[in-house]
């Protein structure tokens, strides 16, 4: 029973993630997962979300990334840097899998590796939305200034803006000296553009929670107050330990073998001070309301197991990611997550993508996260809690 509730509430908390549209019902989300309980070769009904990596470079330099920090060894680096040339989607074939899945109805998340270096990006937004698809963008905004009005144009349903603190906090994270402002003058010209394109669009502010801004939670959201943001996300650092990569590579080593990800000298769980965190997400709740979503409110308890405990899960919630979502690399690789483990499911520069989602190898993925649920080193990725 308690499994139960735990996914149940996974479910209820899944519409407020910025790559799943808000439109998306319990009774959708139940129909999607159905399979997970019903289908013993690990099939699933296609995806609700496909998150695209439309290229393989970025142009800031996160803390608390493995590709901002070239982190060689991780793979999440591996994953989205693939192996350090540019690969891009080309937009012919962005548009064959939009008509392959419209009809489906997914959100179409695109959200890496940094879209506005993606030359087509207004094209592709054009494309899907035109098929009567919502479609969202994350990224960092450096380029967003340049690039709102085509995206407007092109009718964007949705912008995810990573900022992680007020300007100068958040231009030393990201790793440039003008990114808050350049990000936060773009999120007014989009959302000057969607008015006069006669259309409504959603803004959100994504802020990772993590040792270099937890203290300073308060002063991101006055920072961000005066600008037209819909709503403020505040996701936990996700991250993988030496101690979590060992315990779960004894295992798994051979077959989903895991690296530490995301961490560094600067960038570490164990240096929150969990009495100061709780104090500034209480601060920053009562003055949001409703324009402020942690993913989860995590209770002081919580956090500490979270930040200090990290061989713990948070709870007992399995695995369903990939009943729900696939991500398409920048080189056409189809993967479960690009948190995951490298994981290579098929290519969409090989095969239509409907036959790589329900092909032998990722349903002999879905077969062994159905047996055990969730890996040694999944502890702290938001699939699992």
Sequence with gaps: MKIGLDVLKKALHAAKHPGISEGASLFQLAWKGLPYLVSPSGRARPPITLYWNVNSVCNLHCKMCDVGTFNEDSN????????????????????????????????????????????????????????GLDVAVTTGAYDLPERAEELAAARLTRLNVSIDGAPALHNVIRGRKDVFERATQGIVRFKDAVRRHGYDAEVLVCATIMNLNYHRLEELFDAIAKYPVDRINFTNMNFVTTEMAQAHNLKWGKKYAATVNCLSDEVHPGKVDIDVLFSQMEKVQAKGGDRVCFMPFFDKDELKKYYHRPMEFMGKVPCMSTWYIAQIMADGEVIPYTRCYYVPLGNINERPFLDVWNGEKANAWRRDLRKHGRFPACTRCDMVY
């Design 76 to 131: 999440f680096y591996k994953n989205l840097r693939i192996d350090r040339k540019l690969h891009e989607i080309t937009l012919d074939r962005f548009k064959s899998v939009i008509d392959e899945v419209k009809d489906f109805r997914p959100t179409i998340a695109i959200n890496g590796t940094e879209p506005m270096m993606y030359k087509p990006l207004a094209a592709a937004v054009e494309y899907a939305s035109g098929a």
